[in-house]
C-alpha cells in the first residue's frame, strides 16, 4: 500500500510541473508576443505593445551620410534633398540595428524630425515615400508607431531630416 501511495503521490507531483493547456496558459503565450495597434487607413500603428522579457535597441538620431563630399557646403548636393537623405537614413539605422541582430521588421517605433529647406518648405511626402520603402509593404509589412515633427533646424544646417528609431524582439 506503501509503494502505491508513493507512486501515485510521484506521478502526481510529475503531472503537477507539466506545462497546463489551459486558457490562462494560451493567454500568456500570447501576451508574450509584441501587440502592434493598426489603423488600417494609416501607413502607421496607434501604438504598440511589447511585453516583459524583449530586448531593445535604441538608435540616436541618426543623420545622412554625405552623397556628395566634394559639392560645396551649404548645398543639398552634398546630402541630397528630403527623399536622398531619408534613404540614407533608414539604410544607417538598417545597418546600425543589424550589427546588434535587429532587423528593419524589428523597429516598432520612429521619431522624425524634419525641417525646411532654404524656401522655407517641410518636405513631408519625400519622407513618407522613403519610409514606404522600408515599411508598410510586400517586404516588410510592420507598420511603426512614429511621430514626425517639423523643427527650426538642426546642428548641421545642410541636413533636412534625422530620426531616431526602437526596435525590440
Avoid at 26 to 55: C, N, T
Amino acid at each position: 500500500m506503501k509503494k502505491l501511495f508513493l507512486s501515485t503521490l510521484i506521478v502526481a507531483i510529475i503531472a503537477g510541473c507539466q506545462p497546463s493547456h489551459d486558457h490562462h496558459h494560451h493567454q500568456e503565450e500570447e501576451e508574450s508576443f509584441i501587440v502592434r495597434y493598426d489603423r488600417p487607413d494609416a501607413s502607421i500603428l496607434r501604438g504598440v505593445f511589447i511585453p516583459e522579457g524583449k530586448s531593445y535597441f535604441y538608435t540616436s538620431g541618426l543623420v545622412a551620410p554625405v552623397k556628395n563630399p566634394d559639392a560645396v557646403a551649404g548645398t543639398y548636393e552634398r546630402y541630397g534633398n528630403t527623399y536622398e537623405q531619408s534613404i540614407g537614413i533608414l539604410e544607417r539605422i538598417k545597418e546600425t540595428i543589424g550589427e546588434a541582430g535587429f532587423s528593419m521588421e524589428d523597429v516598432f517605433f520612429l521619431r522624425v524630425y524634419l525641417v525646411p529647406d532654404k524656401d522655407g518648405v517641410v518636405h513631408w511626402d519625400d519622407w513618407f515615400r522613403a519610409y514606404g520603402e522600408y515599411f508598410n509593404n510586400e517586404e516588410n509589412p510592420n507598420k511603426v508607431a512614429r511621430s514626425t515633427i517639423a523643427v527650426h533646424a538642426l546642428a548641421n544646417p545642410d541636413l533636412l531630416i534625422e530620426i531616431e528609431a526602437v526596435a525590440a524582439k
